[in-house]
């Protein structure tokens, strides 16, 4: 239960570095003096990165969508939030293995993957605008009425969506429930931060085969040739007031 998760307080409080190793800055308070009085924050500080985590795949399962991402877009730090304890092992360890596999072309460096219920802590993970990309690949469909709360893409969850994306980002959605996909569709389109991105940008958009294709749901609706729902987002300007 979230009684067992931890979650920084504010986004500022968040140690990256042992998520992302090979990003962490050059420490600029190390002058090779000792440091007498090393606050919390200037630990903190020492220890930032190079960049920000930037695109997330929020119920990332085993993780497919996070390794095929990896050379996508090798200048992003990406992020895959699951509430699942074994399977956020599982996925941590998946990225060990690779990162020293790759070692020599230093891989899989930009990929990590932490334990989060995104329903709750999401704002304390992420800043207004840090992220260009939100993932939501094959939710849980929660068919009856009562469950659709726990639906992972509602009118409160959007609005911190919308909070964490910059203008420009975009919310990437795939299932293979059609009901599901056009209660996404009504309730990102129906949300005053976002607009539904045109079919053709949509097929223009490597993420999107990427998300078809590698996701390890994505794979079991191909094998049983299932259908799959593709929806994009993009994450509109706030109105000038
Ligand atoms: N995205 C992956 C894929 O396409 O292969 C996994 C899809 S699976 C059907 C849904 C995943 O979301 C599960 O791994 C589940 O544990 C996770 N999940 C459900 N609710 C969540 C929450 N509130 N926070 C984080 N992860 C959650």
Redesign the pocket.
């Known amino acids: 239960s979230d009684h067992h998760l931890s979650y920084p307080a504010s986004p500022d409080d968040m140690d990256w570095s042992t998520y992302y190793p090979g990003f962490v800055a050059q420490n600029p308070l190390d002058n090779g003096e000792p440091q007498k009085t090393e606050t919390s924050s200037t630990l903190a500080a020492s220890r930032s990165l190079t960049k920000d985590v930037e695109v997330v795949?929020?119920?990332?399962?085993?993780?497919?969508?996070l390794v095929a991402l990896a050379p996508l877009l090798p200048d992003s730090l990406i992020l895959?939030?699951?509430?699942?304890v074994q399977?956020t092992h599982f996925v941590q360890d998946r990225i060990r293995a690779l990162r020293a596999q790759n070692q020599e072309k230093n891989l899989y460096q930009n990929i990590a993957c932490l334990?989060?219920?995104?329903?709750?802590f999401l704002p304390n993970f992420f800043r207004k605008g840090q992220l260009s990309k939100i993932?939501?690949?094959?939710?849980?469909?929660h068919f009856k009425v009562r469950k659709h709360k726990?639906r992972?893409v509602s009118s409160t969850l959007n609005s911190e969506y919308a909070y964490a994306l910059r203008p420009g980002g975009i919310v990437y959605t795939?299932t293979d429930v059609e009901s599901l996909h056009q209660w996404m569709v009504e309730h990102l389109e129906g949300h005053p931060s976002f607009e539904r991105i045109s079919p053709e940008e949509e097929a223009a958009d490597p993420c999107v085969e990427v998300?078809k294709k590698e996701?390890?749901?994505?794979?079991?609706v191909e094998r049983n040739s299932g259908p799959k729902f593709v929806a994009l987002f993009r994450r509109v300007e706030d109105p000038p007031w």
Do not use: S
């Open positions: 795949d929020i119920g990332c399962g085993f993780g497919g969508l895959g939030l699951e509430i699942r399977v334990r989060a219920n995104t329903m709750k993932f939501i690949c094959f939710p849980d469909p726990a992972i795939i998300m996701t390890e749901e994505g794979k079991k």
